[in-house]
C-alpha cells in the first residue's frame, strides 16, 4: 500500500460527514433546535479526526518530506494552495465551535456567523479532496521511493497513536476541570 491509502480512505469519512453539516445548516437556516451533542460531535470530527489526524498526517509528514524532493512548480504551488485551505479549514471550525455553542445556548443572532461557517465548510471540502485525490497525491509518490513509502506508512501509524492519546488527555483535562473544580 502507498501512503496516500489510508489518506484517501480518510478522505472517504470526511465526505460523510458534509451532509449531516448540510442539514445541521438547513436546521439553523430554519431556527430550528439543534441537539448540543450532534454540534459537539460534528465539532470533535473537524478539530480531531478532518484537522489534527488527517491533516496532520498530511501537513506534517507528506508534504513537509515532499519539500526535500525536487517537486515541479506546478506540484509546488498546488501544495502551497493545499496548506492555504487546511488554515481556513481550522478558521471556519473554530467559528463552527463558537457561533455553534451560542446558537445552542438560545442565541439566534449567532445563526448567521454558524450558516457561514458551514457555507464555508461544505464549499472547502469537496475541492480540496478532490484537488489532492486527483491532481496531487499520486503523482506526488512518484517523487519517494519505496523503502520512503514504507517508513512513511509506518510514521502515520505512529502519528495516528500520537494523536488518540493527545486527544484523551484532552478529554480528561477539560473533564478534571469541569467537573471535579465544580464539586470543590
Ligand atoms: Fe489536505
Ligand atoms: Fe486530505
Known amino acids: 500500500m502507498k501512503p496516500v491509502g489510508p489518506l484517501m480512505r480518510e478522505h ?20 430550528e433546535r439543534i441537539d448540543p451533542a450532534h454540534v459537539s460531535a460534528v465539532s470533535d470530527f ?3 479526526y478532518a484537522d489534527r489526524l488527517h491533516h496532520g498526517k498530511e501537513e506534517d509528514i507528506l508534504f513537509k518530506v515532499l519539500l526535500s524532493k525536487p517537486m515541479t512548480t506546478e506540484h509546488r504551488s498546488t501544495m502551497e494552495d ?10 471556519l471550525t473554530k467559528i463552527l ?11 439566534a443572532a449567532a445563526s448567521s456567523d454558524l450558516l457561514d461557517a458551514i457555507q464555508g465548510l461544505t464549499d472547502l ?3 480540496h479532496i478532490d484537488a489532492e485525490d486527483h491532481r496531487f497525491f499520486l503523482p506526488c509518490m512518484e517523487y519517494l521511493t519505496v523503502t ?3 517508513e512513511m ?13 493527545e486527544k484523551y488527555a484532552n478529554v480528561t483535562a477539560s473533564l478534571e476541570s469541569e467537573i471535579i473544580s465544580l464539586r470543590r
Open 12 to 31: 472517504r469519512l470526511i465526505e460523510r460527514v458534509l451532509p449531516v453539516l448540510r442539514h445541521l445548516g438547513e436546521m439553523v437556516s430554519r431556527y
Open 46 to 48: 473537524l478539530h480531531v
Open 125 to 127: 471540502y469537496p475541492d
Open 97 to 107: 465551535d463558537a457561533a455553534g455553542a451560542r446558537y445552542v445556548q438560545g442565541d
Open 148 to 150: 520512503e513509502q514504507a
Open 153 to 165: 506508512l509506518e510514521e502515520f501509524d505512529r502519528f495516528d497513536k500520537q494523536v488518540m492519546h
Open 82 to 91: 493545499l496548506v492555504r485551505d487546511h488554515v481556513r479549514g481550522r478558521t
